[in-house]
């Protein structure tokens, strides 16, 4: 037990008064008059003894209800987190973490977790007085806003002015932080979490530091619980599993939806819009914690940027009712060809031709150069290298630039690769690793098979047989794939003839045999157009520009050469504009505006130029909590405590700082001894007549 008023304990010496009182009245005599001595000495053994017995407990009572009104004065309270005797008068530091990420958005009882936090804060400001010093701090961005007394006027206002961010949760980032840099004299130092608490701290440095280090005060740990969702239906997923994309061809969108809440959920609508157009809908029912898929099919009906979303009716978390995407259909390809000869690059330059059919759609740029020291791509979406001889370092350079920025590659890989192909290309470009040289004579020849018939090159092509048309390969380059390096088309004897493989941050299709008919009939094959129109559709898909990012990551923009002196500017889902400047060096524009839920657009001299979506990141979906049990071993043993949501939080708060109040205790108990003594210490007339007094 202590007291949060120990100074009233001097009280207790006023115990003193009934017994000098007593005592006194010991130093007075009372006569009184007996019809005879015979009844004496009957009287000295019956009736003194128990008047002095009646007087002792007279004065026991007395000090009693005095100890009992003093101790309730003082305020006794049972042993609370805060130990220490007079622990409540001590100079305390308050710092309160109040958690502004997406997830406190959840709306629970009819207020965002947000509000109620900021509500609680306040209580807690309340319940503190004396020395006290508060700091208060909102985790995204880490900052301070509030540093001073109990009772500050501004203090609501500014709690009431921390805005609700889309941003993830930064909360043990900031605890740390603040916690070992701050310099503190208080001896008490009491730490509240405001938070729906959806992760662990990835460092357990300061907490460590803190077990360890005894010789300073220790931090106290108060963890408030915060709701847990009800009516909440969460878009998880929405990706396009059609990869190869035309305006007529069909759009195939999987789409994962999953019931957070406790509620179930009948004749939901999902539905799916284009260029804010509704082209899809769903109604189905989700229980509780269930997860559903769904696969949405419309037509595109146009080229270039759509912009689309899958949406959810409202309910108690806002944030992952829509989700927005975009995707890019090719309205024109730019391709540069480079070829050691004319000759060579001639049965490559008729298939590409076929897939156009002088419809403006593919930009083809032939070069001819045996050895490039220089490949300038600015304008080019797909490069096609075939049989490379010597490339200089420049060369390589310059395509990895190109990769980089999003650009695709196509390599016939011939007999000059061994002779010339430098390492220096090979390990740059992550080719995969040259061996020998393989060719046929006579007859003889090496079939194709398939090694993946459900790839986006090789799915729903319109052939009758593709086993028909698949080449017979009379020469070719024996190649090593690198890890990662996937085998699309494979050799009988299970070497590779086409790979898939990412380099420098681009895709590539690797062929070991060359677009010649000494080395295999593919150029008349009816699968050599679709083949290359689908691996030309797949590296001059426009993702690398469109693919989203998470709230508050960077977003990196290519850029074409010839727009780098444009006015660059970016479109928030809110409407805000924001003027961009590019990287000249990276020919890029860098975004780092990333705050906002939903679709941005990016504008060059105001014209759109392309578009991507910020989206909630998973670890703020609200059904994602750390267990209360988690969170306390976490925190060091002994020095946290878990609080759940409370109406009275300052009443609650009070008893756990403290303990539970006593007072009403010593005050019926004083009340009950008051009654006794008046019992007990009452004159009775009769008895004195009868001589019992």
Not at 326 to 333: A, D, M
Not at 358 to 375: C, I, K, M, N, W
Request: with cysteine; net charge negative.
């Amino acid at each position: 037990m202590t007291f949060l008023s120990p100074t009233v304990l001097w009280g207790l010496a006023a115990v003193s008064i009934p017994i000098i009182i007593h005592l006194l009245s010991l130093r007075h005599t009372r006569d009184v008059e007996f019809s005879t001595l015979r009844f004496i000495k009957e009287l000295e053994h019956k009736t003194i003894r128990r008047l002095k017995l009646r007087q002792l407990l007279l004065v026991l009572l007395r000090i009693l209800v005095i100890i009992c009104l003093i101790l309730m004065v003082a305020r006794p309270v049972q042993q609370g987190f805060v130990p220490g005797w007079m622990a409540a008068e001590k100079e305390t530091r308050v710092v309160i973490f109040l958690d502004n990420s997406a997830s406190m958005s959840l709306v629970s009882d009819g207020i965002t977790l947000l509000e109620n936090a900021k509500e609680s804060a306040l209580e807690i400001a309340d319940s503190f007085e004396g020395q006290t010093r508060i700091e208060i701090y909102h985790t995204n961005p880490a900052k301070r806003v509030f540093n001073g007394k109990p009772g500050d006027t501004s203090l609501r206002n500014i709690v009431a002015a921390i805005p609700q961010t889309f941003s993830t949760d930064h909360l043990w980032v900031t605890v740390n932080s603040v916690l070992q840099n701050l310099k503190v004299k208080e001896p008490n130092r009491e730490c509240f979490i405001l938070s729906d608490i959806q992760s662990l701290p990835e460092s357990e440095s300061f907490l460590a530091e803190m077990r360890l280090d005894t010789t300073r005060p220790q931090w106290r740990f108060y963890c408030l619980g915060q709701g847990v969702p009800k009516d909440n239906l969460s878009i998880r997923q929405v990706t396009a599993v059609s990869q190869i994309r035309l305006p007529n061809h069909l759009l195939k969108l999987n789409t994962n939806i999953v019931n957070d809440g406790t509620l179930d959920k009948r004749n939901h609508p999902v539905e799916l819009f284009l260029n804010e157009k509704r082209l899809g809908q769903v109604v189905s029912t989700f229980q509780p914690f269930q997860s559903k898929e769904f696969m949405f099919q419309a037509y595109p009906g146009k080229s270039g940027l759509i912009k689309g979303r899958v949406e959810l009716l409202e309910d108690d978390f806002a944030f992952d009712n829509v989700w927005t995407f975009e995707l890019s259909i090719p309205e024109q390809i730019a391709c540069t060809l480079v070829g050691r000869t004319a000759e060579e690059i001639f049965l490559l330059e008729m298939g590409l031709s076929s897939i156009d059919n002088q419809a403006g759609f593919l930009l083809l740029d032939s070069r001819v150069d045996p050895d490039p020291e220089r490949l300038y791509l600015g304008e080019t979406d797909v490069l096609i290298l075939h049989n490379p001889g010597n490339l200089s370092d420049k060369a390589v350079e310059d395509i990895q630039t190109f990769l980089h920025r999003g650009g695709g590659m196509i390599w016939f890989a011939g007999d000059k690769q061994t002779e010339k192909l430098s390492l220096h290309a090979v390990t740059a470009l992550k080719l995969p690793e040259s061996k020998v040289l393989h060719k046929l004579s006579g007859e003889g020849y090496f079939s194709v098979i398939p090694s993946k018939k459900d790839h986006p090159i090789l799915a729903d092509l319109e052939l009758r047989d593709i086993d028909r048309e698949l080449p017979q390969v009379f020469s070719y380059l024996e190649t090593v794939p690198r890890k990662n390096q996937n085998e699309i088309l494979s050799l009988n004897n299970d070497h590779p003839f086409l790979l898939e493989f990412s380099s420098n941050g681009g895709q590539i299709y690797y062929f070991t045999s060359l677009m010649d008919l000494t080395w295999n009939d593919l150029p008349v094959r009816g699968l050599m157009v679709p083949l290359l129109h689908r691996i030309l559709l797949l590296l001059a898909t426009d993702e690398f520009n469109t693919k989203p990012v998470f709230v508050d990551e960077e977003k990196i923009i290519s850029i074409d050469q010839e727009n780098m002196n444009s006015q660059w500017s970016l479109k928030t889902p809110s409407g805000k504009t924001i003027l961009l400047i590019p990287d000249f060096n990276t020919e890029s524009l860098r975004i780092t505006q990333t705050s906002e839920i939903g679709s941005y657009d990016v504008l060059s001299d105001e014209y759109p130029y392309t578009s991507f979506s910020a989206l909630l990141s998973p670890l703020e979906y609200p059904s994602k909590r750390v267990a209360k049990t988690e969170v306390l071993n976490t925190l060091p043993s002994g020095q946290a405590v878990w609080i759940d949501p409370v109406k009275n939080l300052s009443k609650e708060l009070q008893n756990i700082r403290h303990g539970k109040s006593l007072w009403r205790t010593f005050l019926i108990l004083a009340i009950i001894l008051l009654f006794l003594e008046t019992i007990l210490g009452r004159v009775r007339p009769a008895s004195m007549k009868n001589g019992v007094e």
